[in-house]
């Protein structure tokens, strides 16, 4: 079965930037869902096929992808951002989540 | 605004049955395949079944397939889903979302509720 893999968590300074990385086999070729999840709330869409903003969403919100991974970008990283964030793909009819990452803003 | 409201959570013993459903306003729910994910406590999301806007087609993650089964009534702008022979491990927060679909098979789960919990157990 296919696999997603994210790191437990990532650290930035308030106003940085942070990058999650989600890595996957060829996840080149697939399109990449992120979402963000704040405690005790509902996930909300926060990228959608690799690099499109719901409305709604800031521009400090950006997404990238290359063969192996998909990459979650935060500008001006803000105390409001921190979250657990979930890149996602399907497998043919199968959704996949990665694992998650706990964003901290210092 | 597009809202989807989760209902029918609560506790049931190992082997029993339950039923959620979801209710859907704001939108055409005809128009929309729809989803189920969970989140069992303090770990990630769990997809667990999709189904297209006539019911005519629905997936399952492989762990729920043969004990859950999903289902709309369109009339009534709702989602099911029939949970039986639970485990302790189905434990979880079920959410509904919205599926904005692509034709290259790809679904987004555009608009969530705030989640129904289950929790099996003795």
């Known amino acids: 079965s296919y696999e997603l893999t994210q790191p437990l968590s990532v650290s930035v300074a308030l106003g940085q930037t942070a990058r999650i990385i989600c890595g996957g086999n060829n996840i080149g070729r697939k399109p990449v869902h992120w979402y963000q999840q704040k405690p005790g709330l509902a996930p909300v869409l926060v990228i959608f096929r690799d690099t499109n903003r719901p409305s709604g969403i800031p521009e400090r919100f950006s997404g990238s992808k290359s063969t192996n991974t998909a990459t979650l970008t935060i500008s001006s990283a803000q105390a409001g951002d921190e979250a657990d964030y979930y890149c996602q793909v399907w497998d043919s009819t199968t959704g996949v989540f990665g694992g998650g990452t706990k964003l901290a803003v210092l | 605004e597009v809202q989807v409201v989760e209902a029918g959570g609560g506790l049931v013993q190992p082997g029993g049955s339950l039923r959620l459903s979801c209710a859907a306003s704001?939108?055409?729910?005809?128009?929309?395949?729809m989803s189920w994910v969970r989140q069992a406590p303090g770990k990630g999301l769990q997809w667990v079944t999709n189904?297209?806007?006539?019911?005519?087609?629905?997936y399952y993650v492989d762990s729920v397939r043969g004990r859950f089964t999903v289902s709309r009534e369109n009339a009534k702008n709702s989602l099911y889903l029939q949970l039986e022979s639970l485990r302790a491990e189905d434990t979880a927060i079920y959410y509904c979302?919205?599926?904005?679909?692509?034709?290259?098979?790809?679904?987004?789960?555009?608009?969530w509720g705030q989640g129904t919990l289950v929790t099996v157990s003795s």
């Open positions: 979302a919205r599926v904005l679909y692509w034709d290259d098979r790809d679904y987004v789960l555009d608009s």
């Open positions: 704001g939108f055409t729910f005809s128009n929309y395949w």
């Open positions: 189904i297209k806007q006539d019911g005519s087609e629905k």
